[in-house]
């Protein structure tokens, strides 16, 4: 009873509460979903608890309960070719990434190539820019009226130079726009690899180019497998560019799933859609920490040594011409987007007809709302994260709590639209019919986006002593009122950080706006996603804009502010 009544009061029961906010918002759509999977239609978990019909009405559907639509996967030739193409896609970019970033990361950590620093700057572009609006971006360079198209048929091309609405499309897109989450790991794997081996190599008169590929190659191998393993994930999650550029023939996991439950309402073909995109991205991660778990692949010696810059004339400028060609592509893109926003209009020809800036006046007139959604969702979702999260970070650091800590870093391995799906079919009926609503949007983007909150303020948490607090509890305070005043405050340099990169992300993010967002809380992503649907190609580019300037800014503000804190 003691025990009981210690749990129940002040940190106790916001303990319980976070548990049952993620029980109910993530664990049960999870497991509702992996159900439905078997009975072919929505099971109304929380109807079951409270009316003994709808009890009754469930168990009648797990007496019906099939293995079919698993069967499925193999039978139905769809289904199947879904998942190979998906692998087959996330496989292929994976390692075209690495091959592209291998010179680049080299040329950044070990060589003085000309131009590194802008070049370095120019590799943080595409992270700044959503899928989607790099799959629209490609379509109006590479499309029928694409300046590119025009410039290769001038110069005796027939056709397209590259299809944007096709597989090879789809690929280029995630290469060029997903390379920075691999290049900067790689980047630190080069710098901070034991030159010393590669002085010893030398040495011994082993030439450069063998010293690169017998040491300092083989050195960077572990940091080349983790990230790759991050794009293959990165890839096979992503629901912005093959929902844009797939075509019809071309089936994919992502746009499979979408289209069984936003066209079809096919809740078993879904559902077990789903529980194949989960069990993938879950393997992926597995693999992952079971590659390094246990591994020692330090060979750092301690001794203090000088990192010589290769300043190899004819290697330095081959490998400053690769970078830039490689940065140019997503550059490019991005200004194709703008020029589209200020065209009166642009056809088959190299530049627009005219220019006028009335498209950002319509966005401003007459999507406004679509604006003051985004920033709304997203400030909603990220005073959610900011409580959650502070508390998580409590109950993590000071009272090692396992379970909390599985849970929040559970959304890490579910892809975006396979989560929109769950919540979909947990929350489609009463007595929590949440599906439609800004609540459930705002909660849907804090557990996708979370775990980057906690991440930074479990940092700052576990910089704070215990003392601190013990002495606020002396002094009469409760575990909860030392919480909030004494320990809160210190964590403000860890939640600012996090908030920004939430912020971002929510701004940024495609799959749950566009498979949740009710018409009356469309946020910028799904009205440039409905505007490239309907043709209506410069209000798209003007709001892709507006939307890519927002994140802009917000990433220097977050930069800014980290400089400080440093």
């Known amino acids: 009873m003691k025990g009981l009544k210690k749990n129940l009061t002040g940190i106790g029961i916001m303990k319980l509460l976070i548990y049952a906010f993620f029980i109910l918002f993530l664990i049960i ?41 698993f069967k499925a996967i193999f039978s139905n030739g769809s289904y199947f070719k879904a998942l190979t193409n998906s692998l087959y896609l996330s496989l292929l970019v994976s390692v075209i990434v690495l091959v592209i970033c291998v010179p680049i990361a080299y040329g950044i950590a070990r060589t003085k190539m000309p131009f590194k620093k802008t070049i370095s700057a120019l590799c943080t572009v595409p992270l700044i820019v959503p899928t989607f609006i790099s799959a629209y971006a490609f379509i109006i360079m590479f499309g029928r009226a694409g300046w590119v198209t025009y410039i290769y048929q001038a110069l005796g091309g027939e056709g397209f130079l590259i299809d944007p609405y096709s597989f090879t499309g789809i690929v280029l897109v995630q290469v060029f726009f997903f390379f920075p989450y691999a290049l900067w790991p790689m980047v630190a794997a080069f710098k901070v690899s034991d030159v010393s ?36 994930a990165v890839s096979f999650s992503d629901f912005g560019t093959p929902i844009i550029l797939a075509p019809t023939d071309l089936n994919l996991l992502v746009v499979e799933a979408y289209r069984e439950i936003a066209g079809f309402f096919n809740w078993g073909g879904a559902a077990i859609l789903t529980v194949i995109m989960i069990a993938v991205a879950g393997f992926v991660f597995w693999l992952q920490n079971a590659f390094f778990k246990g591994k020692d692949y330090g060979s750092l010696s301690g001794k203090p040594t000088q990192v010589k810059m290769n300043n190899n004339k004819v290697l330095t400028v081959s490998l400053s011409i690769f970078s830039s060609l490689v940065v140019l592509v997503p550059l490019l893109a991005m200004l194709t987007v703008f020029m589209q ?67 929040t870093t559970v959304p890490l391995i579910v892809p975006g639209i396979a989560f929109g799906i769950a919540l979909i079919q947990t929350f489609n009926t009463a007595p929590l019919q949440l599906t439609g609503t800004a609540v459930i949007l705002i909660i849907a983007y804090t557990i996708r986006r979370i775990p980057y909150m906690i991440r930074s303020t479990v940092g700052t948490m576990k910089s704070i002593k215990a003392d601190i607090e013990e002495a606020a509890v002396n002094l009469g305070a409760s575990t909860l009122t030392a919480a909030i005043t004494v320990i809160g405050p210190l ?76």
Do not use: C
């Open 29 to 69: 759509p999870l497991l509702s979903v992996f159900l439905v999977s078997f009975t072919g239609e929505p099971i109304n978990f929380f109807g079951s608890l409270i009316s003994l019909d709808t009890m009754q009405q469930t168990f009648d559907q797990f007496k019906n309960a099939t293995l079919d639509n």
């Open 197 to 232: 081996l590669e002085e010893a190599s030398r040495s011994m008169g082993s030439k450069s180019w063998l010293t690169f590929f017998t040491v300092t190659f083989p050195l960077a191998i572990p940091g080349m497998l983790s990230t790759a393993l991050v794009i293959f």
């Open 341 to 407: 926003s200020i065209a009166t209009t642009w056809g088959v020809e190299p530049l627009p007809s005219g220019y006028t800036l009335n498209h950002y006046k319509d966005i401003f007139t007459n999507s406004l709302g679509n604006i003051q959604n985004s920033i709304i969702l997203a400030l909603g979702a990220l005073v959610l994260s900011i409580v959650i999260a502070t508390f998580v970070s409590y109950f993590v650091v000071r009272q090692n709590s396992t379970g909390l800590d599985f849970m």
């Open 491 to 566: 964590m403000l340099p860890g939640i600012a950080a996090g908030s920004i990169l939430v912020f971002v992300t929510v701004i940024k993010e495609t799959s749950i706006s566009i498979l949740m967002a009710p018409a009356n809380w469309a946020p910028m992503s799904l009205a440039i996603f409905q505007n490239i649907l309907r043709a209506e190609y410069y209000s798209a580019a003007a709001m892709s804009i507006v939307l890519v300037v927002l994140v802009l800014v917000l990433q220097a503000i977050a930069n800014r502010f980290s400089r400080k804190q440093l």
